[in-house]
C-alpha cells in the first residue's frame, strides 16, 4: 500500500493545493481520482474520509486528514527537512507565514474564488452565463486585496518574508486558473510587484511538473 | 512586556484572540479600537493592520493580524506555559489544524452571516435579508450535524483534548445563543450542546465576556 495516498481531482483547486506542497516537498505519493461529476465525493467510501464531502483527503499510514491547507501545514511541519523547507527561516518569519496563510484563506480566497466559479465553473460546467455584478463586485475586492499585496510585495520578496514559504505556495492553483480569464489575470499583471510575485512562483520547477502531471 | 491587543472588547476576532491569551496565561493589555466611528480605516491604523481589520497584536516587536494566525502564534511561543492548545503530537497538532481550517471554511462564514443578519443589520440601518438568513441557517445545520457525528465519538473537535480547534468557535456560538435567539442550533445536538456547555463554561471564556 501507498504510504501516501491523495484522494481528489485535477480540476480542484483544493487537491491541487495539497499535490503542490508533496512536489514541494520531493514526497511520493499516490494520487486517486474522485469522481466529482458522479458525485463521488458526497458518497461513500468518500464520505468516510471526509465527512463534508469535499476533496481533497490525505492518507498517511493510518491517519486521514482533510482541509488543503491542514493537509499542506501537516506534510510541511512533519517532514520539516526534506525538499523545500515552507515554514519559515527564521521565529519572525514563521508567524508572519501564519499571518499570510490566514490572508490567503480569509481575504484572498473568497473573492477570488466567486470570481472562478462565475468566470469559468459556470459557463465550462453548468453553462448558465455568467452574472456580471458578481464578476464586477468581486473584481473590485480582489483588486482591493491586490493593493495590499502590492504594497507588502514591494518590501518583501515573498509574502512572508525572504523565502518562498506555504502562504506563496496556497496561492498558487487559483491564481494559476484566474490567469486564464482575460480580465481577471490583468488585476495581477497591472501590479509591478504582484506581477513579479507571480511570475516567479508559477515557474517554479515543483509547480510546472505538477501543471504538467495533471494537465491543469 | 505585555502583549497589546487592538480592537474592541465585544467583537469575534478580539475575542478569539482574548481567550487564548487568557488560556496561555499571557498578560496582555486590550486597546480599542472604535468601529463605529471607522478607527480601523485611519491611517495609523492601517499601518497596523493593511486590510484595516481587528484584531491585531504586539508582542515587543513583531505585529500580527489575522486571529487565527495570533491563535498558532501564541500557542507555539508560549507552549509550557497555561493551557498545551495544539497537541502534544504531529499526528495531534495535524488533527487540530484540520478542524481549525473546518472552522474556517466550512463554520464561519455562515455563522458570520446569520450573526451579522440577526445582530448588526438592524443596528446599521440594513434590512435583514430573510433569504440570506435561511440560506445560511440551513448551512449551518448541516455542518452542525458534522460536528455532532465528530463529538460524538471524541470529547473536543481536535481529540481527547482542549485545542485551538474548539477554541476559535467560542466568539460566534456565543453569540449565536445568546444574542440571536439561535440556541437550538445547538441544543437541538446532544454531543454539540454537551461540548458548547462544556468549553463555554471555561474560566478563559468567562473572562472575555467580563472585557470592556
Known amino acids: 500500500m501507498a504510504e501516501r495516498k491523495v484522494y481528489g481531482a485535477p480540476l480542484s483547486t483544493a487537491t491541487m493545493r495539497a499535490v503542490a506542497c508533496l512536489y514541494e516537498k520531493d514526497l511520493d505519493f499516490e494520487f486517486v481520482q474522485v469522481d466529482m461529476r458522479a458525485g463521488a465525493h458526497k458518497q461513500e467510501p468518500f464520505i468516510s474520509l471526509n465527512p463534508f464531502g469535499q476533496v481533497p483527503a490525505y492518507q498517511e499510514g493510518d491517519a486521514t486528514f482533510f482541509e488543503s491547507r491542514a493537509i499542506s501545514k501537516s506534510i510541511a511541519y512533519k517532514y520539516l527537512d526534506k525538499g523545500t523547507q515552507l515554514l519559515g527561516k527564521s521565529p519572525e518569519e514563521s508567524a508572519q507565514v501564519g499571518v499570510w496563510t490566514e490572508v490567503e484563506a480569509h481575504q484572498f480566497d473568497p473573492p477570488a474564488s466567486k470570481l472562478l466559479f462565475e468566470c469559468l465553473f459556470k459557463p465550462k460546467f453548468i453553462g448558465t452565463p455568467t452574472d456580471e455584478a458578481v464578476v464586477a463586485e468581486n473584481e473590485a475586492k480582489l483588486g482591493k486585496v491586490l493593493d495590499v499585496y502590492e504594497a507588502r510585495l514591494a518590501k518583501s520578496k515573498y509574502l512572508a518574508g525572504p523565502d518562498f514559504s506555504l502562504a506563496d505556495l496556497h496561492h498558487l492553483p487559483v491564481i494559476h486558473v484566474l490567469l486564464k480569464v482575460p480580465r481577471v489575470a490583468a488585476l495581477f499583471t497591472s501590479r509591478e510587484h504582484v506581477n513579479a510575485w507571480v511570475k516567479d512562483i508559477t515557474s517554479r520547477p515543483a509547480w510546472r511538473k505538477l501543471v504538467d502531471t495533471y494537465n491543469f | ?212
Request: net charge negative; with cysteine; glycine share 6%.
Open chain 2, 1 to 212: 512586556m505585555v502583549v497589546k491587543l487592538h480592537g474592541p472588547g465585544f467583537a469575534a476576532g478580539p475575542r478569539r484572540v482574548a481567550v487564548c491569551l487568557f488560556e496561555k496565561e499571557v498578560e496582555f493589555e486590550l486597546i480599542n479600537v472604535d468601529l463605529f466611528s471607522g478607527e480601523h480605516k485611519n491611517p495609523d491604523f492601517l499601518q497596523l493592520q493593511p486590510f484595516g481589520l481587528v484584531p491585531v497584536i504586539q508582542d515587543g516587536d513583531l505585529t500580527l493580524f489575522e486571529s487565527r494566525a495570533i491563535l498558532r502564534y501564541c500557542s507555539e511561543k508560549y507552549t509550557g506555559q497555561g493551557t498545551e492548545l495544539h497537541g502534544k503530537t504531529i499526528e495531534e497538532r495535524a488533527l487540530v489544524e484540520q478542524w481549525l481550517e473546518v472552522e474556517s471554511h466550512n463554520f464561519n462564514a455562515p455563522a458570520l452571516s446569520l450573526v451579522f443578519q440577526l445582530m448588526y443589520a438592524s443596528k446599521l440601518g440594513i434590512p435583514q435579508n430573510e433569504e440570506e438568513i435561511k440560506s445560511s441557517e440551513e448551512k449551518l445545520n448541516k455542518v452542525l450535524d458534522v460536528y455532532e457525528e465528530r463529538l460524538s465519538k471524541s470529547k473536543y473537535l481536535g481529540g481527547d483534548f482542549f485545542s485551538l480547534a474548539d477554541l476559535t468557535h467560542l466568539p460566534l456560538i456565543h453569540y449565536l445563543v445568546h444574542d440571536c435567539g439561535k440556541e437550538s442550533l445547538v441544543k437541538s445536538r446532544q454531543h454539540v450542546s454537551l461540548w458548547w456547555e462544556d468549553i463555554s463554561s471555561r474560566p478563559s471564556w468567562k473572562k472575555v465576556l467580563e472585557l470592556k
